[in-house]
């Protein structure tokens, strides 16, 4: 799992400049997901805060239809995302927890995420929208067959770029 260093994270400048899927993922995920559920590519989709419990660190906000979701990996399962997230976790502090709540506010104003200590998109160094949008473009939506595959489940691929 990957670890901003606190002299680029308090940096706003030098968090600009990372690449997309750090930047994304480690400080503006808010913003990811806002810029998503505006037009997402596919139905049903609404926002998800995992909020550590208290003591803890490691929130993280994305996008989910409830089976699907949507964040700086791009599309998978969501219960995949969420076992991956709490692994990382978890393996930096064993004991570490946190509650999943549906957003009930919206992901793009300033006013609503301060009120939650996330940053609204004037407090970056660039606006972080465009960015965000380019880089949602750039992933298409997954596709899903018919069939069933090995492990009884439902084939879910994500087309190629």
Known sequence: MFEPKQTVKNDPEKRWYQSDRVFFGFGACHILAGVFLEDPPLEGF?????????????????????VLAFDFHGYSYRENLLAK????????????????IEIDFHLLDT????????????????DPRPRAKQFISAIKPPTFSRGRNAAGGHACQTSPK
């Open 46 to 66: 609404y926002g998800e805060w995992i909020v550590p419990a208290k003591g803890y660190s490691g929130t993280h906000i994305y996008a989910t239809n409830g």
């Open 111 to 126: 006013a609503e995420l301060s009120k939650r200590k996330h940053l609204g998109a004037d407090q970056y160094f660039n």
């Open 85 to 100: 997230y709490w692994r990382g976790q978890q393996k930096r502090c064993p004991d570490w927890a946190a509650t999943i």
